[in-house]
């Protein structure tokens, strides 16, 4: 099967802190990209999306970065709270290519209180 | 509006043996994709379906395939069960168009004996 090859990093913050998740996408023609948080037990949720005309979005406290040039994303979360901690995963999916998405390896948040 | 549903929420079964799954996504969403979750290899694309129709398929065998409904329901099946195949069966629907996002289940956890 197909997937982005990152090993499984952790990031431990401080509630209160800014966290940042940074993501290295595979395909240069990749023109949607998606956010999630998946919490133990659960499927993923949806966070955030961005199209590749864009370089910046702004959700509620998340915001996402994209980086075409060195294909690289970015999800930010300002004072990162308990609740946040998960494993967040990037996903990106490639002009016509429908419901396929190519996810990341994930990225697992830890929020001390 | 209900989310996506999957059923059963846990599946044991021994090798050899085959199983369905079930996913009813979000209503008026055509898209279902499927996806599995291991450990190793994280979230991998199995397949798409959009209007009855398998419009995309990821690296998989043909031991697993599927199908969807007219009412947009979608049912997997894994035929000649492998211990390899233990892992977190996720479904995700969408409206279809490759920019718009995918949203999850809480899987059907598969355990193979």
């Known amino acids: 099967g197909e997937s982005v090859g990152l090993h499984l990093p952790t990031l431990s913050v401080q509630e209160g802190d800014n966290s940042i998740i940074n993501c290295a996408y595979s395909n240069s023609a990749s023109d949607y990209f998606i956010w999630y948080k998946q919490e133990s037990g659960k499927g993923p949720q949806f966070i955030i999306d961005i199209r590749s005309n864009m370089d910046k979005r702004q959700g509620q406290r998340v915001t996402v970065l994209l980086n075409k040039t060195v294909k690289h994303l970015s999800l930010q979360i300002a004072a990162t709270q308990p609740g946040d901690s998960a494993v967040y995963f990037c996903?990106?999916?490639?002009?016509?290519?429908?419901?396929?998405?190519?996810f990341g390896q994930g990225t697992e948040l830890s929020v001390k209180p | 509006k209900a989310g996506v549903t999957q059923t059963p929420r846990y599946l044991i079964k021994t090798r050899g043996q085959q199983v369905t799954l079930s996913c009813s996504p979000i209503s008026g969403h055509r898209s279902v994709s499927w996806y599995q979750q291991t450990p190793g290899q994280g979230l991998q694309f199995l397949f798409e379906?959009?209007?009855?129709?398998?419009?995309n398929k990821g690296n998989f065998p043909g031991r697993f395939s599927g199908r969807q409904f007219s009412n947009s329901r979608s049912e997997m099946n894994v035929s000649t069960l492998e211990l390899g195949d233990s892992a977190l069966y996720l479904c995700?629907?969408?409206?279809?168009?490759?920019?718009?996002?995918?949203?999850f289940g809480d899987g059907t956890r598969l355990s193979i004996l």
């Open positions: 996903a990106e999916n490639g002009y016509n290519q429908g419901g396929k998405l190519i």
């Open positions: 995700a629907s969408s409206q279809g168009q490759g920019d718009q996002p995918q949203h």
């Open positions: 379906y959009f209007s009855e129709t398998q419009r």
